[in-house]
């Protein structure tokens, strides 16, 4: 859960209620010392506490029986809608909010939780039926986990489907996760491999979109199998996007399929997997900065360009991209001086 989501959510109920009336909390003071409206307090100022400090289960609980208590008690209900929220319930925090606003028009930030949650509501809605800038924000739902379970995997996935609708923002967040797996450090290196579980999740469930293909292990590449199956349309959509969540295979398969197309499917030379592997090495990924460095060095489809090439391997830390720096090196020596 976002706890900067949950700090700012919970701040907002303490101004629109400030501590609110009834008990004073001490140490040892528990509900089953209070009776009638003095422990209701009690339990939501529990819950408000449990809710602040991210036990969103034993806050809801709190919060419920502050209002089996006091049913009225206005600010236990907003606080049990967001509770509710930031778990995910969505439409259970609607009717909290709703719930609130009857009971007190005028509470501003009643409105305004309701105004968000409603935006969520309408947001998936609009996700699921395929509008693009809607499906961004799914995405950035699952990464930070506002109103849903934080999952990186499914937000990669949202991602995917609004840059495919050439949403900048999907693909600036897309670029930002490949770029996370070049970072050095401890913290970083935790971050790098949760990104690439994430990335490989997504790559696996790719496999829900072809369940005809059978007999595949889950970490093959869907667009080699494809692929394998005669399926060249099909195949080339999926082998960039599994590309593009950084699988080597689909990188490889790409890198082929460039150079010499399927006869009579796909033509050489494929603009779309060339746009591919200059916005990969734009992005400093390693292995598709070498294989675009093979196609300026052999000229596939464009003119030769060696310099082009040095300049994708300079600093590349790959065996294989050490070895063809030097094979240009030497090739560079032993060619013939042109006379002028």
């Known amino acids: 859960m976002n706890r900067l989501m949950i700090a700012m959510l919970v701040a907002v109920s303490g101004t629109a209620f400030g501590p609110g009336p009834g008990v004073a909390l001490g140490a040892e003071t528990t509900p089953q010392q209070t009776g009638g409206r003095d422990a209701a307090h009690l339990h939501y100022s529990q819950g408000v506490g449990l809710l602040s400090s991210g036990d969103l289960l034993d806050a809801r ?72 800038q809607a499906q961004y924000y799914a995405g950035v739902a699952y990464a930070s986990g506002t109103g849903v379970e934080r999952n990186l995997a499914s937000a990669i996935s949202w991602w995917f489907l609004a840059a495919d ?18 970072t050095t450090g401890n913290r970083s290196a935790g971050e790098a491999r949760v990104v690439q579980d994430a990335f490989g999740a997504y790559r696996r469930s790719l496999w829900q979109q072809v369940s005809d293909l059978k007999g595949r292990a889950p970490d093959e590449s869907v667009g080699v199998g494809l692929l394998q199956a005669g399926r060249i349309r099909e195949a080339l959509p999926v082998l960039l996007h599994e590309a593009a969540a950084l699988s080597e295979q689909a990188q490889a398969q790409l890198e082929t399929l460039y150079a010499n197309g399927v006869e009579g499917q796909l033509a050489p030379f494929n603009s779309r997997i060339l746009d591919y592997f200059k916005t990969a090495a734009g992005e400093g990924l390693p292995y598709p ?37 030097k094979e240009l090196s030497a090739s560079a020596k032993t060619a013939p001086v042109k006379k002028s």
């Open 61 to 132: 609980a709190e919060l419920r029986e502050a209002l089996r208590l006091q049913p009225d008690l206005v600010q236990a209900r907003f606080s049990l809608g967001t509770a509710l929220y930031l778990s995910g319930d969505v439409d259970s925090a609607i009717d909290a909010y709703r719930t609130v606003i009857r009971q007190q028009p005028d509470l501003a930030h009643a409105h305004l939780h309701l105004g968000i949650a409603l935006m969520v509501t309408h947001a998936w809605a609009a996700a699921q039926a395929g509008v693009p």
């Open 289 to 325: 900065s070498v294989i675009l460095a093979r196609i300026y060095a052999k000229g596939l489809g464009m003119p030769a360009d060696v310099n082009k090439a040095r300049g994708l391997l300079k600093g590349n830390p790959r065996e294989d991209a050490q070895a063809l720096m």
């Open 165 to 182: 609708q050439e949403v900048p923002q999907a693909k600036e967040a897309l670029a930002s996760l490949r770029k996370m797996m070049l």
